[in-house]
């Protein structure tokens, strides 16, 4: 049997693919419309992964013959035994990535579902601020920025129409002879609520390049 290798985002994205040719079956398209739908979906749906063993592209690719709602039900329950979960995260190593804020409040990781997040994220009202934690090249890496609440908009990350902030964090990097006062903040809107973010992010493209921005 496969070990778990199937990120959330990619989960999310294998998600969306099956909707399209689903809408596209119930719609009574076209079979040979069925067909460049069902192609188009295995084709991004394979592209997400970039490493794939036998079983586990014979277990992606068993969307090719679905054609009832039911039949696609099957496929995506079929897919969560093989899930795998954001590597596991304590207390501990979470607060070692924030070592200059005092009385850090940390989520309660018991609560989550850490098979269901592509990243860690949450909001301390108290001092307007966002935290962001990843793993990023195998390191664990954390991303603190100040959260100004928004109207509802586009988030960078999910590409989700909803209620969104701007998440703005001072990067690490300085220019050669910068001034001691120099410093520059890199901003992006992001859901308010990082768990809805998780359920739609598809790629993780955007969050992996923001981070490194902000820390390289």
Request: hydrophobic content about 35%.
């Amino acid at each position: 049997m496969s070990r778990p290798f199937i990120r959330n985002h990619q989960y999310n994205l294998i998600k969306n693919q099956v909707l399209h040719l689903q809408r596209a079956c119930n719609n009574g398209a076209d079979p040979k419309v069925i067909e460049a739908v069902q192609h188009s979906a295995q084709s991004k749906i394979l592209e997400s992964f970039t490493e794939l063993d036998e079983s586990q592209k014979n277990l992606i690719e068993g969307l090719e013959p679905l054609r009832k709602s039911e039949e696609f039900q099957k496929y995506l329950q079929s897919l969560e035994p093989f899930l795998e979960e954001f590597s596991t995260t304590t207390n501990k190593q979470i607060m070692k990535l924030f070592p200059k804020v005092k009385k850090l409040k940390v989520p309660d990781l018991n609560a989550i579902d850490f098979q269901k997040i592509s990243y860690l994220g949450w909001v301390d009202i108290g001092t307007n601020k966002m935290f962001i934690v990843y793993h990023l090249d195998g390191k664990l890496v954390g991303v603190a920025g100040r959260y100004t609440p928004s109207n509802k908009g586009i988030c960078f990350l999910c590409n989700g129409i909803t209620d969104v902030a701007l998440f703005s964090a001072i990067t690490k990097s300085k220019p050669a002879n910068a001034s001691p006062d120099y410093y520059k903040a890199i901003g992006h809107y992001i859901c308010t609520d990082s768990h809805e973010c998780n359920k739609r992010i598809s790629n993780v493209s955007t969050l992996e390049k923001f981070i490194q921005d902000v820390l390289y």
